[in-house]
């Protein structure tokens, strides 16, 4: 069974006939009783109340509310930017204050708190999309299909059908006055058809997205304007007014076809007996999870025994565990032992993210000493209570330990404590990865980073090396 949305980046301030299509499209998907969700940006929400739109808030009310940034290309500076200029507690600040504000917004204005999130124009960094599940969204629209970051997320990039049919970003200036001809819903349905057959054949997960302005203009004459906006990498002094050039409307008939078209869209994909019509918030109800989870002793061992013959997630229990997770029960157990003076009965499964810093590995196989394990535990215990990750780089006593090598050593020490009744003095361990399996899996490596607002020349290395590096926090989704 195929998961299938339709979604729509409601985004356009600028031109009114924008919102009029938006009302529409709102109707045509409450009278074919299928759900479709609205990624509202911030400043659309101010403007749709500015031009005092009841109408077009009221026909968006039924449908599931997401977001879609604060602003629609004004924002201070790209996340791109600060994401690769700032701390990651900085870039995590500075991302909710610009965020929480239009976050907020959107759920005044629509009377729904967003249950999902995307980026506009490529606008992501991993701050950014953890500073958003802090805030109290639900899901991340854009990220791996699983949990990262202790985070729910379903992929944009690589499985998206249009559902514009022929509308195109291509503008000439020298034809202002031409109007588009009408499109052909029937050879646009055709067109759609297609391309959801192909990602079929590999996805399970399908996503149907248009901008409503799309409906109403032939263009976004916008568009050629972010350059100007961004042309040093930020927007300026800020506020900026809109400066946007208004865009070539679509003739009467080539309107009427484009929402011909995805009503015929609509009723074909209702013939499928091999698609699930969702939202986001089905989803989230089917594959969230109980955030009270603890595991026994014995099934500890076993997450041990597996993490130690290979460093990767875990799925078993009714659940599954991050890399992370899973350092974080030894570290427990750990802790536990040296204040208790035993192994505990259950453990707490805490969610980490995985490390915001480089993780230290030496490459050499790495020794420590019963008492070096201990420290090492306790400043772990220390760090994850106090940042609610993984150290990138841990004092053991008298020994400099990245992530993977204290798991590695952890796990050994737990087992072999089990295996002969008794703390062994010392252990040792070979070089093993320094980063779990998942990270060279299309799951993380079809993440992208790069917009047409990105500062020229801007060398985006780090964003990458954080998104890596979450896949210590990187787990498969099990459905409830």
């Avoid at 924002?75 to 239009?102: I, K, M």
């Avoid at 967003?114 to 854009?142: D, E, I, M, S, T």
């Avoid at 991050?322 to 750990?334: H, R, V």
């Avoid at 295996?419 to 252990?427: A, F, N, S, V």
Wanted: glycine share 6%; net charge negative.
């Amino acid at each position: 069974m195929i998961d299938v949305i339709f979604a729509f980046d409601v985004e356009d301030p600028v031109n009114p006939a924008a919102d009029d299509a938006l009302l529409k499209l709102c109707r045509i998907f409450s009278g074919e009783e299928v759900p479709v969700s609205l990624f509202v940006a911030g400043e659309k929400a101010r403007t749709l109340r500015q031009r005092g739109r009841h109408d077009v808030i009221e026909a968006m009310r039924p449908h599931e509310i997401c977001y879609h940034g604060n602003y629609w290309a004004e924002f201070p500076e790209p996340a791109l930017s600060y994401g690769t200029r700032l701390s990651w507690d900085e870039a995590v600040r500075f991302a909710l204050s610009v965020e929480a504000p239009g976050l907020h917004d959107v759920a005044e204005i629509t009377g729904r708190f967003p249950v999902a999130w995307c980026c506009h124009q490529a606008q992501q960094c991993p701050q950014l999309a953890y500073a958003l599940k802090l805030a109290g969204v639900r899901c991340w629209a854009g990220g791996p299909r699983g949990w990262i970051m202790n985070w729910l997320s379903w992929p944009r990039s690589g499985c998206v059908v249009s559902s514009q049919g022929t509308w195109s970003q291509r503008y000439d200036p020298t034809k202002r006055d031409d109007l588009k001809p009408a499109c052909d819903p029937d050879a646009d349905l055709a067109e759609a058809q297609r391309n959801f057959d192909r990602l079929a054949e590999s996805k399970d997960f399908i996503s149907f997205v248009g901008h409503p302005t799309c409906w109403a203009t032939a263009n976004w004459g916008g568009l050629y304007e972010f350059a100007t906006l961004f042309r040093r990498g930020v927007a300026g002094p800020y506020p900026r007014p809109a400066n946007f050039s208004g865009s070539q409307p679509r003739s009467e008939a080539d309107q009427a076809a484009a929402f011909e078209l995805i009503r015929k869209m609509l009723r074909w994909i209702k013939t499928r007996s091999d698609v699930n019509l969702t939202s986001y918030t089905q989803l989230c109800r089917r594959d969230e999870e109980d955030l009270v989870q603890w595991v026994t002793w014995e099934q500890a061992l076993t997450l041990a025994r597996r993490v130690e013959d290979k460093l990767t997630y875990v799925t078993d229990y009714g659940t599954s565990f991050s890399p992370a997770d899973i350092l974080g029960l030894l570290i427990f157990a750990c802790d536990y032992m040296w204040r208790q003076g035993k192994w505990p009965e259950k453990l707490p499964v805490q969610r980490l993210l995985g490390p915001t810093e480089a993780p230290l590995h030496s490459g050499e196989p790495v020794k420590l000493t019963r008492e070096d394990i201990f420290a090492g535990a306790l400043a772990a215990y220390s760090l994850m209570m106090d940042d609610r990750r993984v150290p990138g780089a841990l004092r053991a006593s008298r020994v400099d330990v990245g992530p993977s090598e204290f798991l590695h050593l952890l796990a050994r020490f737990v087992l072999q404590s089990v295996e002969t009744g008794k703390l062994p003095q010392e252990i040792e361990v070979p070089s093993p990865p320094v980063l779990p399996a998942a990270v060279d899996q299309p799951v993380i490596q079809d993440r992208r980073f790069g917009s047409t607002n990105r500062p020229a020349g801007l060398e985006m290395d780090r964003l990458w090396d954080l998104l890596r590096w979450q896949s210590w926090s990187y787990r498969p989704a099990v459905p409830s």
